[in-house]
């Protein structure tokens, strides 16, 4: 069997065994659910890139998943991860991050073996789930449990923490239907719901999200549409964009608008790399604008100005709720139209852009925002 094929095989065993433990022993189950469910989640893809190599490879050492160390039962954990893993998580759609977890602090120029005893850093929460990561590998390498069937189990525990986040999703629209009444929420009632949505912790996807949801809604009356977006972990040099958002004619593919998201201060040397991303750009920019939630200082406001004499190319710099502020109230009939737009955006963008607890999040406020406008009507 092909590493593919072991993935298929151990996904079609895990949906068969549904609720139903396919591992006996509690304190291995345990384990599993410590680092299918917590933080943080390279712990997840490192353990199934694991499993996978000692299944394919029966004679490594599931504890040496780094070619530079010494011997012949080594492997590299990080190709088996990047290779097959990324694509089956994927397909799928498991709760686990997007990218390799051989790259992160903990295990970033690791050439160890990973035994019990190793302390991958990070906080005890972490301590925790890698701990019972390297001891589900020394599991495995006692023969106390077979590669086979942790993979197996790993994956069934992964299916259920995956229908149970879309579940809470699912029962969020529908306590949010219910609730909502037959005056639609304003425009500056929406302004406070995305602000207080872009004060949690972890938004800097949903400024992108925004500009996506106007332009959506609105390419018919600006006669301009959006480009597909790139993955939230993307950088522009490796995927070829303008911007975070990249805006083109009805009747061509030329970019001529390039929006780029800030959750910080712009500074000159902001302004100065889009010069350089539009001076390489095959594309003719006719504006390159800045949206960002914080404030804006006047000397790099300043700097902007001289721009468009010397290249033609305006650069902009804007407020990101006002920029909505301002959409809302001219474009005041499509302002329901944005929201469930936003909405959909939010909740089926992936993971690494933005988190379950920011979906659950956004869901619970609008339910509050629609409820309390439905009842102060009533009183």
Request: aromatic share 6%.
């Amino acid at each position: 069997m092909t590493p593919d094929d072991i993935l298929q095989a151990a996904y079609h065993q895990a949906q068969q065994a549904d609720t139903a433990p396919i591992i006996t022993d509690e304190a291995i189950l345990e384990r599993v659910a410590i680092v299918v469910r917590k933080k943080p989640r390279a712990a997840i893809r490192v353990l199934l890139a694991c499993l996978l190599a000692k299944i394919d490879r029966p004679h490594v050492d599931i504890r040496k998943p780094f070619t530079q160390i010494d011997g012949e039962d080594t492997y590299s954990g990080r190709d088996y991860d990047e290779t097959y893993i990324t694509r089956f998580v994927l397909d799928y759609d498991l709760p686990v991050i997007p990218t390799t977890g051989f790259l992160t602090p903990a295990l970033r120029a690791k050439n160890i073996l990973l035994t019990p005893n190793v302390n991958l850093g990070g906080r005890t929460s972490g301590n925790n789930v890698y701990a019972a990561m390297l001891q589900l590998l020394t599991d495995v390498h006692t023969e106390l449990v077979r590669a086979g069937d942790l993979l197996a189990e790993t994956i069934r525990q992964l299916i259920i923490y995956r229908d149970e986040r879309k579940q809470r999703i699912v029962s969020l629209l529908s306590a949010l239907e219910a609730v909502k009444g037959n005056v639609p929420l304003s425009s500056e009632d929406i302004v406070r719901l995305i602000e207080q949505h872009l004060a949690l912790k972890g938004t800097s996807r949903l400024p992108v999200l925004i500009v996506t949801a106007i332009y959506q809604v609105a390419e018919n009356y600006l006669r301009e549409r959006i480009l597909p977006l790139e993955a939230h972990t993307a950088a522009d040099s490796q995927t070829g964009t303008i911007g975070d958002v990249q805006i083109a004619l009805m009747s061509d593919d030329d970019i001529v608008t390039a929006y780029e998201m800030k959750t910080r201060p712009i500074t000159i040397q902001d302004i100065d790399l889009a010069m350089q991303k539009i001076a390489s750009s095959r594309h003719q920019l006719n504006n390159y604008i800045f949206i960002t939630t914080e404030p804006i200082a006047e000397p790099v406001r300043k700097y902007t100005e001289g721009v468009y004499n010397r290249t033609g190319i305006e650069i902009a710099i804007l407020d990101c709720l006002e920029f909505l502020r301002y959409f809302l109230h001219l474009f005041h009939r499509l302002r329901t139209e944005f929201l469930d737009a936003y909405q959909n955006l939010v909740i089926n963008e992936p993971e690494s852009g933005v988190s379950q607890p920011l979906k659950e999040a956004f869901l619970a406020l609008r339910q509050a925002a629609e409820y309390n406008d439905e009842d102060s009507l009533d009183e």
